[in-house]
């Protein structure tokens, strides 16, 4: 979009191209990849009632789903729906790919609602699709084929080669491939049931503790038995649709009312809890709770296996999320066994409840929690407790080490992450001694830990 250029239309837009080369460019060399987000669903022509402004102008028929009388499919929610596995709109998405891969080096894409891309088109036979009949082949457009031409040409393209390639495995039309999406062996999924299950149970609903121990671990009930990893999963738990992070903590209810669509646009389920008062007038009890769910948002999703912040704001008010934020994301990159290549096993991961060695997978329990072997920390306690209720834990016992915290959530800044930088760091940790001699650890309601395994002096 060009609007986003400094320098506009200039040169016809070359210098603008030029800008966004020079925005990779920078962002390669600080370690950033650039991953594009591209609508291949739909267009802005609307319905068969709409403007005519590109496609349609150019054939119709081609580039676009239509019923027997020219009425148009619309799977994407937005009117109509793109004719994808058309071989010339294939060959246009192929061709429109490799220019922002070869000419641009983003680094891969994501694809709204990408599920359309694995609907059969219009006009769909066998001879149209692949040059070759085929004796049975009838197929009702947008049918999901079991091995789209689109995707297959994707995964298969030489220049598209080793190019990040991510679905939003649903469209608007009711189809939802979340863990079976054709993937070739190359293709990530916006694991919508991870933030789903993720949401719900850190808010403290009941019934998830198995789930959301199955997203901690890459999701392998989704992709496991189908030949997928860890890195199959793309884990989010806000993006540019819907709520933002804050927004998940403040509101139960949407609020679109400023836009002029009479709330009547966005997700309406959002899983969202206002932690006791909804919008952003608040106590400060609620305020301090909000900001403790945020934390806990992030912690979960950075001790899940591969995976909307005002960054502008974060010297004001949320300098203190901001910090947090660098902190657990620096703490995962320096952990081997949080970006496994595979699932975790039990040789490495070992689940836990209040006692260890026990965990509770009742549709009851709002605690979850484990020890992990990491080659670089050692080895590491992770426990959630999203229970309205505190709690004091027992932790594993490990002869000649102890455990010592290393965040809590439920701690104000900087406390809640104890870096080497916090001053008072020593003080704050005998605070906990005698929690810890006795092998014991206080969670809050509503909190997260992270502990670290350290040697014992005493022993």
Not at 7 to 30: M, P, Q, T, W
């Amino acid at each position: 979009m060009i609007r986003y250029s400094s320098s506009g239309i200039r040169s016809c837009g070359r210098d603008a191209i030029n800008e966004f080369k020079y925005l990779v460019k920078e962002a390669h060399k600080r370690g950033i990849e650039v991953i594009m987000d591209v609508v291949f669903n739909h267009t802005a022509e609307g319905n068969e009632k709409g403007l005519s402004v590109s496609f349609r102008g150019v054939d119709n028929c081609v580039y676009y789903m239509l019923a027997p009388k020219g009425e148009y499919y619309n799977y994407s929610g937005c009117g109509n729906t793109f004719n994808c596995n058309h071989p010339v709109v294939r060959q246009f998405i192929l061709d429109c790919l490799r220019y922002w891969v070869a000419e641009m080096h983003v680094d891969g894409f994501r694809f709204d609602l990408a599920s359309i891309m694995t609907r059969s088109s219009s006009l769909w036979d066998s001879v149209n699709v692949y040059g070759d009949p085929l004796e049975g082949d009838l197929i009702t457009t947008g049918t999901p084929l079991s091995n789209p031409p689109l995707i297959d040409m994707m995964s298969n393209d030489p220049v598209l080669h080793g190019v990040k390639l991510i679905a939003e495995a649903w469209d608007a039309g009711g189809l939802y491939q979340v863990g079976r999406f054709p993937h070739w062996g190359v293709w990530s999924e916006w694991n919508g049931k991870y933030r789903d299950i993720v949401r719900q149970f850190i808010k403290g609903t009941d019934g998830l503790s198995g789930a959301f121990a199955e997203c901690l671990c890459g999701s392998p009930n989704l992709y496991q038995k189908g030949g997928g990893k860890p890195w199959n999963s793309v884990n989010f738990i806000c993006a540019h649709d819907g709520f933002t992070l804050a927004d998940l903590v403040t509101y139960n209810n949407k609020h679109n009312l400023a836009n002029g669509e009479d709330n009547n646009d966005g997700e309406s389920h959002n899983y969202s809890w206002n932690c006791g008062q909804e919008g952003e007038f608040a106590s400060i009890s609620v305020k301090k709770l909000r900001k403790r769910q945020m934390r806990n948002f992030f912690l979960c999703l950075m001790v899940s296996q591969i995976n909307y912040f005002r960054w502008d704001k974060k010297e004001e008010s949320s300098s203190d999320l901001f910090r947090f934020f660098c902190l657990m994301t620096m703490f995962r990159r320096e952990c081997e066994s949080l970006g496994l290549n595979d699932f975790p096993t039990a040789e490495r991961l070992q689940w836990h409840g209040h006692t260890p060695g026990k965990p509770d997978w009742s549709d009851t329990s709002r605690f979850v929690a484990f020890t992990l072997i990491d080659s670089v920390k050692g080895e590491i306690y992770v426990a959630f407790n999203t229970s309205h209720l505190p709690v004091t834990i027992t932790l594993p016992d490990r002869p000649g080490y102890r455990w010592e915290p290393l965040v809590d959530t439920s701690k104000p800044a900087p406390f809640d992450f104890l870096s080497n930088e916090v001053p008072e760091k020593d003080l704050a940790i005998k605070q906990y001694a005698h929690f810890l001699d006795a092998n014991l650890y206080p969670m809050l309601s509503y909190s997260s830990i992270v502990l670290l395994l350290s040697p014992d002096e005493n022993a």
